[in-house]
């Protein structure tokens, strides 16, 4: 697997959940083994203040996606910060490969807006057309964003 299909599946992350990527991305370049922070960002995300913060977002997200005021994942501004976090995080993994960041941030962001409309469109259609309960989906999308994320970073660790 590639880093760039590493970088998707951080973007996918995102477009479920936009702080799966950056939460566990930070969670990885501050464990013990980590690779080398590629740029200021990352050494940003390696400290462990950071990943503390972005622990409680997607904790916090997690816990707000339940209520109904939140808006839809597809609305242009929620869409636009989806592809952005998945885009960064994209570009991130790009650059600790010794690769330029762009080519991940491309393809993170395009990964982050398909994964936000197909989670969208799979949730819409399986609890209106086939009963499941919303919470029971959204737990499933919690632990599919989160598993997303932490398997691109486990894979790439190897």
């Keep these: 697997m590639t880093y760039l299909l590493r970088a998707a599946q951080l973007g996918a992350a995102s477009g479920l959940r936009s702080m799966a990527a950056p ?7 501050a464990g013990p083994g980590s690779p080398e922070p590629a740029g200021p ?6 400290r462990d203040g950071a990943r503390t913060l972005l622990v409680i977002a997607a904790v916090g997200e997690m816990l707000l996606d339940k209520l109904p005021v939140v808006p839809d ?7 636009a910060g989806r592809a952005v976090l998945g885009g960064a995080a994209g570009g991130i993994l790009a ?3 010794g690769q330029t960041a762009g080519t991940g941030l491309l393809v993170g962001s395009v ?12 949730r819409r259609a399986l609890v209106r ?3 499941v309960p919303d919470l029971l989906v959204a737990l499933c999308e919690d632990a599919i964003a989160t598993t997303l994320a932490r398997t691109a970073l486990r894979l790439d660790a190897r």
């Design 41 to 46: 960002i990352a050494d940003l995300l390696a």
């Design 95 to 97: 650059r600790l490969h």
């Design 23 to 29: 939460s566990q991305l930070s969670a990885y370049l």
């Design 129 to 131: 057309d086939f009963g």
């Design 111 to 122: 990964a982050a807006a398909a994964g936000a409309f197909a989670g969208y469109h799979l």
């Design 73 to 79: 994942r597809i609305e242009p501004g929620p869409l």
